[in-house]
């Protein structure tokens, strides 16, 4: 999948599975998108959120299986 095709979503796609089920250096597409000219402050909040977003969610998963019952 070629990340810098689909822009912006792409990067919140890459840095929300990367924290939180694949083993994967959401960093370079952050570079990447950087370098083909996409406006650095959008890819950093759109990279945080992704990284905050997907930290909450393997948070919420450990969460609810340490806990089943509430």
């Known amino acids: 999948m070629d990340w810098i095709e689909l ?3 792409g990067l919140f ?3 929300f599975l990367a924290a939180t ?4 250096s ?3 597409v952050l570079v990447s998108l950087i ?3 996409f ?3 959008h890819c950093f909040i759109i990279a945080t959120l ?3 977003l997907g930290g909450m969610t393997s948070y919420g998963l450990a969460t609810m ?4 019952n509430g």
């Open 65 to 68: 299986s340490a806990f089943p």
């Open 13 to 15: 796609v890459a840095t």
């Open 26 to 28: 959401s960093e370079i």
């Open 39 to 41: 406006d650095p402050i």
């Open 7 to 9: 822009g912006y979503f």
């Open 35 to 37: 370098a083909a000219g």
């Open 50 to 52: 992704g990284n905050t």
């Open 21 to 24: 089920i694949l083993p994967f």
